[in-house]
């Protein structure tokens, strides 16, 4: 089994200063510390799995194409890196319009994570900067790590080293 590293994307990987949802390639910039802590929690054996609310598609605001080229730049500014993201998972939904189990705070997302990469809940963990990805953390029996907005994990990676 692998342990594991959930993350929230926005105000957490990325920062979110000055835009309620980051949708455009040029808009995605990593927040300080993320880098160095992803790197630090790799090298003692964690692997990387995103897990993002993107209910602005159900809003009609942007497109699941649109969050793909976000996550194209993502991955690959990761990779640069050498941080390996094992897979970005997201729901384009909105209770507004459609109830559906992958939008956080439920947890359907993490749980699939959690079966495809055979992934240890007692060893992992999910980092987030609002109350409903801690709650989807503990819904799948996780430990959430709640930050603020746009923190640097630099900052909590004690906790999991
Ligand atoms: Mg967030
Ligand atoms: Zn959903």
């Known amino acids: 089994m692998q342990k594991a590293v959930f993350l929230d994307r926005d105000g957490v990987i990325n920062s979110d200063v000055g835009h309620y949802y980051i949708h455009k390639p040029e808009d995605f910039e990593f ?17 990387f799995v995103v897990i993002s609310n993107q209910g602005g598609i159900a809003h009609g605001h942007f497109t699941v194409q649109d969050v793909e080229k976000v996550h194209e730049k993502l991955i690959h500014l ?10 970005i998972y997201f729901c384009p939904h909105h209770d507004r319009y459609e109830k559906c189990l992958c939008r956080k705070p439920d947890s359907i997302n993490i749980e699939k994570a959690i079966g495809r990469f055979n992934i240890d809940i007692d060893k992992s963990f999910m980092i987030g900067d609002s109350l409903r990805d801690i709650q989807a953390a503990e819904k799948a029996g996780l430990r959430g790590i709640k930050i603020d907005s746009n923190q640097s994990l630099m900052t909590i990676v004690d906790q999991m080293l």
């Open 78 to 87: 990761m990779d640069e890196n050498g941080i390996n993201i094992k897979d």
């Open 31 to 47: 927040n300080d510390g993320v880098i160095e802590a992803l790197l630090l929690l790799q090298a003692v054996g964690y692997v």
